[in-house]
């Protein structure tokens, strides 16, 4: 059975860290651009992240740009989102996803459109509040 699996989230005041993972079963990651994205509550989902096959594309919106990093661990099967410095504004449900119609030929490809990817993990709830 193919599944995508955040955990992770929670509680954090203002300023502190979590890392949030994806671990994947019923695919391999390393063949898939993998793409963090969120959903604040009223608003639309959000691209937070991205990384490439091969890692040479990586991708920040400009909001978490030099606070969040996204990583690859192949050998777990697994993208994390270390997610420092943190702020209310932060709040959201995160979701992983996999984007299976990446166009070939290109391994430094990933989109934060939230429309090219196929497969989405249930999300994990970050909320930041003291």
């Known amino acids: 059975q193919l599944q995508l699996v955040e955990s992770g989230g929670g509680l954090v005041q203002p300023g502190g860290s979590l890392r949030l993972s994806c671990v994947a079963s019923g695919l391999s990651l390393d063949s898939y651009p993998i793409g963090w994205f969120r959903q604040a509550p009223g608003k639309e989902r959000e691209g937070v992240s991205c990384i490439s096959i091969n890692d040479g594309m990586i991708h920040y919106a400009d909001s978490v740009k030099g606070r969040f990093t996204i990583s690859r661990d192949n050998a777990k099967n697994s993208v994390y989102l270390q997610m420092n410095s943190l702020k209310p504004e932060d709040t959201a449900v995160y979701y992983c996803?996999?984007?299976?119609?990446?166009?070939?030929?290109?391994?430094?490809?990933?989109?934060?459109?939230?429309?090219?990817?196929?497969?989405w993990g249930q999300g994990t709830q970050v909320t930041v509040s003291s």
């Open positions: 996803a996999a984007d299976r119609h990446w166009p070939p030929g290109l391994p430094s490809y990933c989109s934060d459109s939230q429309y090219e990817y196929d497969y």
